[in-house]
C-alpha cells in the first residue's frame, strides 16, 4: 500500500476535537486544574502540543551544528565523559586520571591541585597528551603555565579551567591574547545558579548576562569578539525537571550565538561552549542509592541537550569521600547512556518534538528579557555587586524550598515514600563539608534528630495507625499518615480495629485515626475516654481535615494531618512534644 493512500485512512484531527474529546472525559473537572502544569518559570504547560504551537519558530528548521545552534554545535550527538580527579598528590592524581581513562573516562578535570611551575605540571599531565584537561581551581600562575605548556606542543589536546574572568579582566584580557585556539581559559559557573535555587529562565539570562559583560569588557579592551567568545566556556547543573532541562541547554546556545553575532563576532564564534554535571542540590542522604536514578536521568538531559562534556557525580558524594565503587558507578552511568542506550548516535533526538520545541523557544524568550532587563540597569556586573542577583536567587529559593516542604516537590525516599526503618547517622563522615545546600536538607534534619535522641538512649517515637470504618477511606488515609510519619523517622505501625476500646489497648507514643469524616465524632470522643480510663495521655491525631474539626479538638483531640498540613512544621512540633530536641 502506498503511503499515501495510509495516510489518507487517518484523517487529521483538529484541536478543537481534541479539546472537545478532553472535556467530555474530564466530565465537569476543572481543565485547567487537571491537566494544566505551572512550571517554576511562569509557563502554563499544556497536556499535549501540536504543529500549530511551533509555527513561526525558526530555529526547528536549523540542522544540528548549524546557526544558532539550538540544535547542537556538531552534527553528531557524542559527548565526552568527563571525570573529576581530587586527589592532592600530582603522582597520585595523574594515575587516578590514567586509570579513569582506561576505565573509560574520557576527559579529566583536577580539583585542588597546587601546580607550582612547569615541572608540577608535566608531573600531573604525564601520559595524558592526548586527553582533554581542565583545572577547576585555576589561579592566574597557572593559567599563565597552561598556556606555555600548549604552545610548546604541535598538536596539543585541549585545555580548559574554571578560572572566572571577572577575577582580573585587564588580566584576562591579556590571556585571551596569548592564548593558543586549544586553551579555553574562562568558565562562567551557571551551576552556582541552579543550586542557589534559580529557575531555567534564570539559569539561561543571568548567564547571558554575565556573558555579554565579558564581552563587553574585553572589547572595551581592545580584544576582538572572534578571539573572546571562544575563550569562556559555561558549565551547567542539570535539575530534575528532565525536558526544560534539556530545553535550557539548547535554548542557551541559541541566545549565546544571538550575543556573539550582535557584537559582530562570526557564526563559528557563536558556539557555546558547555559543561553540564549533575546537580548537587537534588541529591539526599537517605534512600542514597536513588541518586544514581537521579543522576542517570540528570546526565540523560545533558546529552538530549546537547552538552559537548558531562559529569556525573558520585551518588554517595553528599555525605562521605566517594570510593572507587561509587566513582565506577557514576562513569558508567555515562558509558552506558553512550554504549548501550547509543544516545550519542543520534545529534539532537528531541528536536522537531513540538513540546520540546515550544519549551526551548519559551526560555529563549524570556532570557533574553531578563538580560535586557539587566542591561538597562548596568549589566550583570552592576546586577551581582548591588545584590540584584542574589535577590532574586534568594526569592526564587524560597519558592522552590516552599515547594519541598509542601511534599509539591517530591525527593524520593526522603520527603515521599520514606523507608522509616533506614538509618543515615552512622555513614555520614564527621569531615565531609555539609554546606553545601541540597532541597531534602529540611526533610533529612527531622530524620537525624529522632537517629540522635535514638542514639543517645531514647525511644524512637512509635505512631499507631489504627484503621477503623469505611475501607476505601482508612485505607487511603493509613498511607497518607504513613508516608507522612516515615519523613521523621518515627517507628509506623497499621491495625485494622473493630471499636474504640481495642486501638486505646494499643502501644504507641501517638495513634492516628483513619476512616472518614463522618465516622470521626463517634470514633474519636470514645477512644479518647477509654484512654483516660487506663490512665494514659496518648496524643490522638486525624488523619484528615473534617468539618467536624472544632467538636473534635473540643473532644480532646490533638491535631490533624492532612494533605494541607505542612510537614516539617507539624512534625517538627510532634518531636518536641515527645521529648525529641536538637
Same mark, same amino acid.
Given at each position: 500500500m502506498a503511503m499515501d493512500n495510509l495516510l489518507q485512512e487517518f484523517p487529521p484531527v483538529t484541536t478543537q476535537s481534541w479539546e472537545e474529546a478532553i472535556r467530555k472525559d474530564l466530565k465537569g473537572a476543572d481543565y485547567a486544574r487537571k491537566?494544566?502544569?505551572?512550571?517554576?518559570?511562569?509557563?502554563?504547560?499544556?497536556?499535549?502540543?501540536?504543529?500549530?504551537?511551533?509555527?513561526?519558530?525558526?530555529?526547528?528548521?536549523?540542522?544540528?551544528?548549524? $546557526?544558532?545552534?539550538?540544535?547542537?554545535?556538531?552534527?553528531?550527538?557524542?559527548?565526552?565523559?568527563r571525570e573529576q580527579i581530587d586527589v592532592a598528590d600530582l603522582e597520585e592524581a595523574n594515575q587516578a586520571a590514567r586509570s579513569a581513562l582506561a576505565a573509560g573516562a574520557e576527559e579529566i578535570a583536577f580539583s585542588n591541585k597546587a601546580i607550582r611551575d612547569a615541572s608540577d605540571l608535566r608531573i600531573l599531565l604525564a601520559g595524558l597528551e592526548q586527553t582533554p584537561v581542565h583545572f577547576d581551581d585555576a589561579g592566574e600562575p597557572l593559567l599563565r603555565? /597552561?598556556?606555555?605548556?600548549?604552545?610548546?606542543?604541535?598538536?596539543?589536546?585541549?585545555? /580548559?579551567?574554571?578560572?572566572?574572568?571577572?577575577?582580573?579582566?585587564? $588580566?584576562?584580557?591579556?590571556?585571551?591574547?596569548?592564548?593558543?585556539?586549544?586553551?579555553?581559559?574562562?568558565? $562562567?559557573?551557571? @551551576?552556582?545558579?541552579?543550586? /542557589?535555587?534559580?529557575?531555567a529562565v534564570e539559569e539561561v539570562g543571568f548567564a547571558l548576562a554575565a556573558g555579554i559583560d565579558y564581552?563587553?569588557?574585553? %572589547?572595551?579592551?581592545?580584544?576582538e569578539v572572534d578571539r573572546a567568545a571562544p575563550a569562556l566556556a559555561f558549565s551547567f547543573a542539570m535539575g530534575a525537571n528532565f525536558f526544560f532541562q534539556i530545553a535550557k541547554l539548547r535554548a542557551f546556545r541559541m541566545v549565546w550565538a544571538r550575543a556573539v553575532e550582535a557584537f559582530g563576532g562570526n557564526r563559528e564564534s557563536g558556539r557555546a561552549r558547555i559543561h553540564a554535571r549533575t546537580s548537587r542540590w537534588t541529591k539526599t542522604l537517605y534512600?542514597?542509592?536513588v541518586n544514581i536514578l537521579r543522576a542517570a536521568t540528570e546526565a540523560m538531559s545533558a546529552v538530549l541537550g546537547g552538552a559537548d562534556s558531562v559529569s556525573v557525580a558520585p551518588f554517595d558524594e553528599c555525605y562521605k569521600?566517594?570510593?572507587?565503587?561509587?566513582?565506577?558507578?557514576?562513569?558508567?552511568? %555515562?558509558?552506558?547512556?553512550?554504549?548501550?542506550?547509543?544516545?550519542?548516535?543520534?545529534?539532537?533526538?528531541?528536536?522537531?518534538?513540538?513540546?520540546?520545541?515550544?519549551?526551548?523557544? $519559551?526560555?529563549?524568550?524570556?532570557?533574553?528579557?531578563?538580560?535586557?532587563?539587566? @542591561?538597562a540597569n548596568g549589566g550583570y556586573g552592576k546586577a551581582r555587586a548591588d545584590g540584584r542577583i542574589a535577590i532574586a536567587l534568594k526569592q526564587s529559593m524560597a519558592r522552590r524550598e516552599e515547594a519541598v516542604a509542601a511534599r509539591r516537590r517530591v525527593f524520593t525516599g526522603t520527603n515521599r515514600y520514606a523507608d522509616p526503618a533506614e538509618k543515615a547517622l552512622q555513614r555520614i563522615e564527621?569531615?565531609?563539608?555539609?554546606?553545601?545546600p541540597r532541597g531534602a536538607q529540611s526533610?533529612? %534534619?527531622?530524620?537525624?534528630?529522632?537517629?540522635?535522641?535514638?542514639?543517645?538512649?531514647?525511644k524512637t517515637p512509635r505512631v499507631l495507625l489504627a484503621e477503623i470504618g469505611d475501607a476505601k477511606m482508612r485505607a487511603a488515609r493509613s498511607r497518607f499518615a504513613a508516608d507522612f510519619f516515615a519523613c521523621a523517622g518515627f517507628e509506623i505501625a497499621t491495625r485494622r480495629f473493630e471499636n474504640a476500646a481495642e486501638i486505646a489497648a494499643g502501644d504507641a507514643e501517638l495513634i492516628v485515626l483513619c476512616s472518614s469524616d463522618? @465516622?470521626?465524632?463517634?470514633?474519636?470522643?470514645?477512644?479518647?475516654?477509654?484512654?483516660?480510663?487506663?490512665?494514659?495521655?496518648?496524643?490522638?491525631?486525624?488523619?484528615?481535615?473534617?468539618?467536624?474539626?472544632? %467538636?473534635?479538638?473540643?473532644?480532646?483531640?490533638?491535631?490533624?494531618?492532612?494533605?494541607?498540613?505542612?510537614?516539617?512544621?507539624?512534625?517538627?512540633?510532634?518531636?518536641?512534644?515527645?521529648?525529641?530536641? @536538637?
Open positions: 491537566l494544566i502544569w505551572q512550571s517554576e518559570d511562569g509557563l502554563a504547560v499544556k497536556p499535549y502540543y501540536r504543529a500549530e504551537d511551533t509555527e513561526g519558530l525558526e530555529f526547528p528548521q536549523a540542522a544540528p551544528g548549524d $546557526f544558532p545552534y539550538a540544535r547542537g554545535n556538531r552534527a553528531s550527538g557524542d559527548w565526552r565523559i603555565l /597552561s598556556i606555555a605548556h600548549l604552545a610548546a606542543r604541535p598538536r596539543p589536546a585541549p585545555i /580548559s579551567t574554571g578560572f572566572e574572568p571577572f577575577a582580573s579582566l585587564d $588580566f584576562a584580557a591579556e590571556v585571551v591574547r596569548a592564548a593558543p585556539s586549544a586553551f579555553v581559559p574562562f568558565t $562562567f559557573h551557571g @551551576e552556582e545558579l541552579e543550586e /542557589s535555587g534559580a529557575t564581552l563587553a569588557e574585553m %572589547q572595551a579592551r581592545h580584544v534512600d542514597p542509592h569521600t566517594a570510593d572507587e565503587a561509587s566513582r565506577r558507578l557514576a562513569r558508567n552511568t %555515562q558509558i552506558l547512556l553512550k554504549k548501550e542506550a547509543h544516545l550519542s548516535r543520534v545529534a539532537d533526538p528531541g528536536g522537531g518534538s513540538y513540546y520540546l520545541e515550544f519549551v526551548t523557544d $519559551f526560555l529563549a524568550r524570556e532570557a533574553w528579557k531578563r538580560m535586557q532587563e539587566i @542591561e564527621a569531615s565531609r563539608p555539609m554546606g553545601e526533610y533529612e %534534619q527531622l530524620r537525624l534528630r529522632t537517629e540522635r535522641h535514638a542514639a543517645a538512649g531514647g463522618p @465516622e470521626y465524632p463517634e470514633l474519636a470522643a470514645p477512644l479518647i475516654a477509654a484512654l483516660r480510663a487506663l490512665g494514659r495521655n496518648t496524643p490522638v491525631l486525624i488523619a484528615g481535615n473534617p468539618d467536624s474539626a472544632p %467538636q473534635l479538638r473540643a473532644a480532646g483531640v490533638a491535631d490533624f494531618v492532612h494533605l494541607r498540613s505542612n510537614p516539617i512544621e507539624l512534625l517538627t512540633a510532634w518531636q518536641q512534644k515527645l521529648g525529641i530536641k @536538637e
